[in-house]
């Protein structure tokens, strides 16, 4: 039976690792048992997938970036060349901390991008068609679509769903690319519907 995904014939799929119909694992990556991907994703070259992950549909890893277990990602979500994610609050060579219970959870929720070499410290979510800068440093909770940059990473503004950065007048934005309206609500923002 012929697969209905793509592994490059220098990338190694475990037995026990789930792919998606229509997903491509480029060159030089490895995927792990139990590890599982969903449908038309793109992993680059160089793609290490940690055993137990989860991937959502239609997510993009660019080349030299790790999954890790305990990480999430949701549909949709970009993760940049080399980007890293962690998985343990305090790594010791000395005293191994390698179990599934070791493992801090991270989720990165629908359609949020993740810069090229930017960090995300494990125990963070990063929320919904969120933005982190290239090299930012994310070391808390990012609300859903702020841009955040810096390290350690902080809220320099908002992005729309379409990834165009919003200006506001007063509590309402408009997109300039695509019209989605967003309202500010404290420290956040919400998609307004018409």
């Not at 440093?137 to 729309?160: E, L």
Request: hydrophobic residues 40%; aromatic residues 8%; neutral net charge.
């Amino acid at each position: 039976m012929t697969a209905d995904y793509f592994v490059h014939e220098s990338s190694y799929l475990d037995d026990g690792a789930k792919v998606g119909k229509g997903t491509k694992i480029w060159h030089f990556s490895h995927v792990m048992s139990s590890a599982v991907i969903g449908e038309n994703c793109s992993l680059g070259q160089n793609v290490s997938v940690a055993p137990n992950v989860v991937i959502g549909n239609n997510v993009k890893i660019q080349n030299n970036v790790s999954v890790y277990e305990g990480v999430i990602l949701e549909d949709y979500v970009f993760c940049g060349p080399s980007m890293v994610f962690t998985n343990v609050r305090t790594p010791r060579s000395a005293y191994p901390r390698n179990t599934s219970a070791d493992y801090v959870r991270t989720l990165v929720k629908r359609g949020a991008s993740i810069g090229a070499n930017a960090t995300v410290v494990c125990g963070t979510t990063i929320g919904e068609w969120a933005f982190v800068a290239a090299g930012a440093v994310v070391t808390k909770d990012v609300p859903p679509y702020a841009m955040v940059a810096g390290v350690p990473a902080r809220v320099i503004g908002w992005a729309c769903e379409c990834g165009v950065q919003l200006h506001f007048e007063g509590d309402v934005a408009v997109c300039a690319e695509c019209g989605k309206e967003y309202q500010m609500r404290g420290d956040s923002i919400v998609m307004r519907v018409r």
